[in-house]
């Protein structure tokens, strides 16, 4: 296990969250090429410029992990409201987790969620709710051992 630094992401962050966000774009296409969209050239400077414009929402919460001076994964979440089309009251949202390949099973993703957790927690958000690719038995299995529940199963059809 290594203990990477758990910080606030910055500006000078975003590059490597790019990459990081184009290899989670790339992760998901390869469970399922019909349902999400394939990673591109682009891909990286679209996903920095998503994710700096949440640096200053008072309602996200962007961490990364550094090891050795190096951002080697991150969590992304909100705070948000009642969502009718859900039947979910208030909550927060996990809506990225991703650790680099090669520094995955060494407590990275661990200590993200304990962090985005607890920033969660200050917020008084009441519960977490996330969702992970039907094919991603491991991302499955981590956060049942985090203590999350299957609540929701999203069901794709294509239309010819």
């Known amino acids: 296990m290594?203990?990477?630094l758990i910080r606030r992401a910055t500006v000078a962050d975003l590059e490597s969250l790019g990459r990081l966000g184009a290899l989670l774009v790339?992760?998901?296409?390869?469970?399922?090429?019909?349902r999400f969209f394939a990673a591109t050239p682009e891909t990286p400077a679209g996903y920095a410029a998503f994710l700096r414009s949440q640096l200053e929402d008072p309602d996200a919460s962007l961490l990364v992990a550094e090891q050795d001076g190096r951002?080697?994964?991150?969590a992304y979440g909100t705070i948000e409201g009642i969502d009718f089309m859900a039947l979910r009251g208030p909550a927060?949202?996990?809506h990225d987790l991703i650790v680099d390949a090669e520094y995955r099973d060494r407590?990275?993703?661990r200590a993200l969620l304990e962090?985005?957790?607890?920033?969660?927690a200050s917020s008084r958000a009441p519960r977490v709710?996330?969702?992970?690719a039907q094919r991603n038995e491991s991302a499955q299995r981590f956060f049942?051992?985090?203590g999350f529940r299957r609540t929701m199963i999203e069901m794709t059809r294509e239309l010819e």
């Not at 790339?26 to 019909?34: I, L, N, R, S, V």
């Not at 951002?71 to 991150?74: D, Q, R």
């Open 2 to 4: 290594i203990s990477p």
């Open 26 to 34: 790339q992760e998901h296409y390869e469970f399922d090429a019909h």
């Open 71 to 74: 951002v080697v994964g991150y």
């Open 92 to 94: 927060a949202v996990l």
């Open 107 to 109: 407590g990275v993703g």
């Open 115 to 120: 962090a985005i957790l607890a920033a969660f």
């Open 129 to 132: 709710v996330l969702s992970t």
């Open 144 to 146: 049942e051992r985090m």
